[in-house]
Each structure stands twice: as structure tokens, then as C-alpha cells.
């Protein structure tokens, strides 16, 4: 880990609605790209540094058409600039496979991207192909964050990257907490497998994110062990009290105070661009 001295700033990265969710879930839950733009904004506003974009199609379902994801990609580039970190979602949700998946990248090469490497490395049959891919990736200089699941995620991952199947260049690191999990419930103790030497003392920037009601408590301890934090309706929209959450700057909000009480740095966009780029 880093000395104190050295100590990194803590980026909040939203993830305002997710592949699954709609107004049944929650009304203030953004699915128009107007929406979408609206919630960034005011998430932005509140302190995050980054938003983990998902498009919807005119039914408001989850879309990788190319698109789709232009037209709200551009849109919020806009109206906000290089304040925030657009990432594009490459998620499949079972529907979409690694060639739809790459091929969105590569037609709307946005600033940064999320792959989950369980979709898109399936299987060794799909190493060559994903070695070219990736390394693109770096070459065209998108911020790739790669999306981890569990321990054995995790070793992997270090496997490929040791491969030369990802490369040595920056990128980021999310580590899901309860996706697997009875209902979909996270708790703090679901982060101590993945905290291993490797991953801690790794040049490359790691962050949390965490299923149910409680996770807040699970990205305060994320905060607490030096790492980037990923909040919003995507993964849960109760509040650190389990009440229903106002909306995702609410939630980015809580974020805030809780740091400050806990005197950590949040990063800001430019901050964090720089430590991922640079």
C-alpha cells in the first residue's frame, strides 16, 4: 500500500441505473438519456469523479447498440465536458456476446470503458482474440477498468496479466461484493478475499462495489483499505439508514460526509484522470 505520504485521494465512481432496473424499482431511477444526463450532473455536483454509463434503447431496456450509446455518450459530453469520467459499460446481461461487446468500444471509442473479463475471456479459445483486443484498447489510450467477481476472479486476472494477455499498462480494478451472494446481500467481510498482497501493493488503482442494504458499510471499509469506491441505483438504492434512498447524488452525498468524518480525500475528475493516464 501506499505510505501515508503518498497517500491517494478517493474517486466515487456512479453507476446511476444499471442493465435491470427500472421506475418499478425506483422512481427517480434514469432511463431516457435526458434522465441519464440529469442524474450525472447532479452527481457529479455532489463529488463523483466518474460515471459508469448504461444506455437504454426507446423501451427503456439495456442496449450495447452502437447507437444508442453514441447518442448519449456525445449528448453528455456535452453538457459536461471533462468534468466527470465517462465510462461506457460493456455489460452483456445475457444477451450480448464478446464480438457486440468489442465492437461497441471500438466504433464509439469513449474515454474509458468497463470489461467484465469472465464475458469478455469466457473460455482460452477466446485468448488471442482477447489479447488483440486489449491491447487496442491501451494503445487508443481508453481507460480500461476490468470487473472482478471473486477471489478466483482476482487470480486470474493476475494470471492473464503476467500472460501479457491484458497489458502492463494503467488501468482500473472493480471488485464486485455480492453478486453472488444469498439475495444479493454484501457485507465488509466479503472485501477481505480479495485483499491480497498483489492487488494491494499493485501500481494500478483498484474500487468497490457492493450489492443490498448494506453498501455503504461496504465501501467505507473499501474507503478505509486505500480504494475507490462505486455508488448508485445499479447495484442498490436504500440509503446508509436502509431507507429509501432520494436519488444517486444522495447516496454519492452520503459518500462525502463519511469521508470527511473519516478525514480521506476525494478525488476529483482531473485528479483521477491523472492517476489512471499519467
Known amino acids: 500500500m501506499n505510505s501515508d505520504s503518498q497517500k491517494q485521494k478517493t474517486a466515487i ?15 427517480a431511477l434514469p432511463i431516457t438519456n435526458q434522465e441519464i444526463i440529469a442524474d450525472v450532473i447532479t452527481c457529479r ?17 439495456h442496449s450495447l447498440d452502437i447507437d444508442d450509446n453514441i447518442a448519449l455518450y456525445q449528448s453528455l459530453k456535452e453538457q459536461v465536458g471533462d468534468s466527470i469520467i465517462i465510462q461506457l459499460t460493456t455489460e452483456a446481461v445475457g444477451i450480448y456476446q464478446p464480438e457486440q461487446q468489442m465492437a461497441l468500444i471500438k466504433e464509439t471509442q469513449p474515454e474509458a470503458a468497463s470489461f467484465a ?7 482460452e479459445q477466446s485468448l488471442d482474440r482477447a489479447t488483440e483486443f486489449f491491447h487496442w484498447v491501451a494503445e487508443k489510450k481508453i481507460i480500461a477498468q476490468y ?33 453472488y451472494s444469498k439475495q ?21 488503482r483498484w474500487a468497490v462495489c457492493a450489492f443490498g442494504q448494506h453498501e455503504h458499510r461496504c465501501l467505507t471499509a473499501a474507503m478505509l483499505m486505500g480504494g475507490d469506491i462505486r455508488v448508485g441505483f445499479e447495484n442498490n438504492h436504500l440509503n446508509r439508514h436502509g ?20 478525514n480521506i480525500d476525494i478525488a476529483d475528475a482531473r485528479s483521477f484522470r491523472k492517476s489512471l493516464t499519467d
Not at 465512481?13 to 425506483?26: C, L, T
Not at 431507507?243 to 473519516?262: C, D, G
Open 243 to 262: 431507507s429509501i434512498a432520494k436519488n444517486n447524488a444522495a447516496q454519492v452525498s452520503e459518500l462525502i460526509t463519511t469521508a470527511k468524518q473519516l
Open 117 to 123: 473479463l469472465s464475458e469478455l475471456i469466457p473460455n
Open 45 to 61: 455536483d455532489a463529488g463523483a469523479a466518474m460515471v459508469h454509463l448504461h444506455a437504454r434503447n426507446k423501451e427503456g431496456q
Open 184 to 204: 444479493q446481500i454484501s457485507t465488509p467481510h466479503d472485501l477481505a478475499p480479495f485483499l491480497q498482497p498483489q492487488l494491494l501493493e499493485s501500481n494500478n
Open 13 to 27: 465512481i456512479v453507476a446511476p441505473n444499471g442493465a435491470r432496473k427500472s421506475y418499478d424499482d425506483h422512481p
Open 147 to 179: 470487473i472482478l467477481y471473486s477471489y478466483s476472479d482476482l487470480q486470474r486476472y493476475f494470471s492473464l496479466l503476467q500472460q501479457g494477455i491484458l497489458p502492463a499498462n494503467k488501468h482500473h480494478i472493480l471488485l464486485v461484493l455480492g453478486r
